[in-house]
Every structure is written in structure tokens, then in C-alpha cells.
């Protein structure tokens, strides 16, 4: 347990779907993150959400949204998806975004677009 | 760009064999690497985690050295046993000339070991 979690761990959507995928963190963290981890690609970094504000977007389509309503929970809102869109996202969160702040991951969820 | 190459692919080795698994990034500039596992369909696990200014870390029967100039980076493990079977992802905290750093990953190291 990385005090991490999140949720569902599988999800299998139709590609005009609208689901939401949760990551709550209980270590007292800052900063947020969201990596998409496919078979074709190393683990990428999606979005960073610091102090509840969206600090990095790595040039992700729209029809990823994601939303961080306090520093311990973030949503990754996903609609219209495509079959390439299959993957498994991790959630990971840091006592802040500097330099020295060792990231811990959750478990994942494993995603599948149809 | 930062690129983080791990060789190798995969491994496949008996019980009680020494290993080592190799890291390579391209932009020296950066803050620390981590050595991280992850089992199957599960997340990632942090290992070991080296700053720049360090040559290396021990924790058990790991031990990831850094030579940040060369871009390269070892993680040994001793003595190796069945439980270690998992994949092994070295990843760089690059310095992007900002307070935000970002982490670049490598595809990874496929680890079984057989009794």
C-alpha cells in the first residue's frame, strides 16, 4: 500500500461513453499527477495538478478531462475515447512538485475502449 | 528531449544469479533517478531513488549506482529469488530549467526468475 488508491481498477467503455476515473491520496500530498502507461509507449505524464492548480497539461487531447476539487482527490473525466485510448492510467501524488519530491503511484486502472 | 533506454527487454534467470540491469538517459542535466517494480497489473513501487549528487544506493539486496556525466545508471540485485519476478522501470527527474520537475521513464525491464 502506497496510500494511493484508486478507482475502478478495470473499466471497459464504448467509445461514445462518458466515464470518470478517481485517485484519492491519504499521504497529505500537494501535488497530483496523471501517466498513461501503454503497450507501445513508456509511461507518459498527462497532467500535474499542484495545490489544487492545473501546472502542466503535456499536450493531452480534450476528451481527457481532468479535475482536482482538493489536494487529495483527482478525476480524469474521459468521453468520445478512441480504441487507441486503451491503457493503463496511473494516479501518483508528491509532498510538492519541486526537485526533491519522490512521487508514489497507485495501483491503476486498467482501461479499455471498445 | 530526454530519453531513458532500458537494457534489457527482458530477462529470464535461475534462482541465486546476481543481475544487473542497465539505464541510460540522454540529457545529463538531471535532478535524481529512480529505480521503481511493478508486478503485474498492479502500480508502480519506488525501489530506490538517487540524487544527483550521489553515486549510489543500497537498500537490502538492491544497489543502483548513477554516473550522472555518462548518462547511465545499474541496478544490481543479489542473489536473486522467484519474488523479484516483475518488471523493473528506471525513470529521471529532468530539470527543465523550472521548479517543476518532470519524470521521464524508461520501457522497462521484464525480470523472471525461475527456482
Known amino acids: 500500500e502506497t496510500g494511493v488508491t484508486q478507482t475502478p481498477r478495470h473499466l471497459v467503455m464504448g467509445m461514445t461513453n462518458k466515464k470518470s476515473l478517481k485517485c484519492e491520496q491519504h499521504?497529505?500530498?500537494?501535488?497530483m499527477y496523471w501517466y498513461k502507461q501503454s503497450a507501445k509507449k513508456p509511461l507518459e505524464l498527462m497532467f500535474v495538478?499542484?495545490?489544487?492548480?492545473?501546472?502542466e497539461n503535456n499536450s493531452v487531447p480534450s476528451r481527457f478531462s481532468p479535475e482536482c476539487p482538493n489536494s487529495s482527490h483527482l478525476f480524469l473525466h474521459l468521453h468520445t475515447l478512441q480504441p487507441e485510448d486503451s491503457a493503463l492510467y496511473l494516479c501518483?501524488?508528491?509532498?510538492?512538485?519541486?526537485?526533491?519530491?519522490?512521487?508514489?503511484f497507485g495501483p491503476g486502472t486498467r482501461l479499455t475502449v471498445l | 528531449k530526454q530519453e531513458v533506454t532500458q537494457i534489457p527487454a527482458a530477462l529470464s534467470v535461475p534462482e541465486g544469479e546476481n543481475l544487473v540491469l542497465n539505464c541510460s538517459f540522454t540529457?545529463?542535466?538531471?535532478?535524481?533517478l529512480q529505480w521503481f517494480r511493478q508486478d503485474p497489473g498492479k502500480g508502480l513501487t519506488s525501489l530506490l531513488l538517487?540524487?544527483?549528487?550521489?553515486r549510489e544506493q543500497t537498500s537490502g539486496r538492491l544497489n543502483a549506482s548513477l554516473d550522472k556525466s555518462s548518462g547511465r545508471s545499474t541496478l544490481y540485485i543479489a542473489a536473486s529469488q522467484p519474488g523479484d519476478s516483475a518488471t523493473y522501470l528506471c525513470?529521471?527527474?529532468?530539470?527543465?530549467?523550472?521548479?517543476?520537475?518532470?519524470?521521464?521513464f524508461g520501457r522497462g525491464t521484464q525480470l523472471t526468475v525461475w527456482p
Open positions: 499521504l497529505g500530498h500537494n501535488a
Open positions: 540529457d545529463s542535466a538531471i535532478y535524481n
Open positions: 525513470a529521471v527527474l529532468a530539470d527543465r530549467g523550472s521548479t517543476l520537475g518532470r519524470l521521464y
Open positions: 538517487i540524487q544527483s549528487s550521489q
Open positions: 501518483a501524488s508528491s509532498r510538492g512538485t519541486g526537485t526533491y519530491n519522490e512521487q508514489f
Open positions: 495538478y499542484s495545490l489544487e492548480e492545473r501546472v
